[in-house]
């Protein structure tokens, strides 16, 4: 049995995410936990996120989880969902401008076209970019479910793995050796967001 260690940072429901980690992996250990002995014990790691980008650095500061988090983002399987996607990058245009943990070179930037429904929220179509062991079983362009009103803008297009269109191309998959990360939120998106997490507790 391996453990799953969910960062729980006191911002969101994590509680999905967990829920639903234990229906696809019912044999493992799935912990929601801000304890930095327990994430680094762990086999793999997951960083959900949701709510400001401001507010999520505070608390992991507060949390004392910064520095866990980098290491855990080189030394073991580590997923990012949603504000973990962007809490990864150098900078954010949230909040007046807000350093990340830059684990990834890139920035978050705001939505601007003022035709679009801020936040983008419901279904959208991921176009797989690279063929990743996460995207087994996964259909290129399912859809999966998004609640943002920022953007990954990445420096090192070879990160990316997934891309989605609204009002123009965003990233929304990223991997680095053993890091995955998602803007929208497979815990939400059906049979297709399941298979990508199954595919994660599975992933060498």
């Known amino acids: 049995m391996q453990t799953i260690a969910i960062v729980d940072y006191g911002m969101g429901n994590v509680r999905s995410v967990q829920k639903a980690l234990e229906f696809v992996a019912p044999n493992d250990h799935c912990v929601l936990t801000n304890d930095s002995q327990i994430i680094n014990d762990s086999d793999r790691v997951v960083f959900p996120g949701q709510g400001a980008m401001g507010a999520c650095m505070e608390a992991l500061q507060e949390n004392n989880l910064?520095?866990?988090?980098?290491?855990?983002s080189k030394e073991k399987p580590f997923l990012g969902i949603c504000l973990g996607l962007q809490l990864l990058f150098d900078h954010s245009e949230?909040?007046?401008?807000t350093d990340g943990l830059s684990i990834i070179p890139g920035e978050v930037l705001k939505f601007k076209n003022n035709e679009l429904k801020i936040p983008h929220m419901g279904w959208n179509e991921v176009r797989q970019i690279r063929n990743h062991p996460l995207w087994n079983n996964i259909d290129d362009n399912s859809r999966f479910y998004s609640v943002h009103s920022y953007?990954?803008?990445e420096i090192d297009s070879s990160c990316v793995t997934g891309t989605t269109?609204?009002?123009?191309?965003?990233?929304?998959?990223i991997a680095k050796d053993k890091l995955f990360a998602v803007q929208f939120h497979p815990e939400k998106s059906q049979n297709d967001g399941l298979q990508l997490l199954k595919n994660f507790t599975n992933w060498a």
Request: aromatic share 14%; net charge negative.
């Open 66 to 72: 910064i520095e866990v988090i980098k290491v855990a």
């Open 94 to 97: 949230e909040n007046n401008g």
């Open 151 to 153: 953007f990954v803008k």
């Open 165 to 173: 269109n609204y009002g123009e191309n965003f990233t929304s998959a």
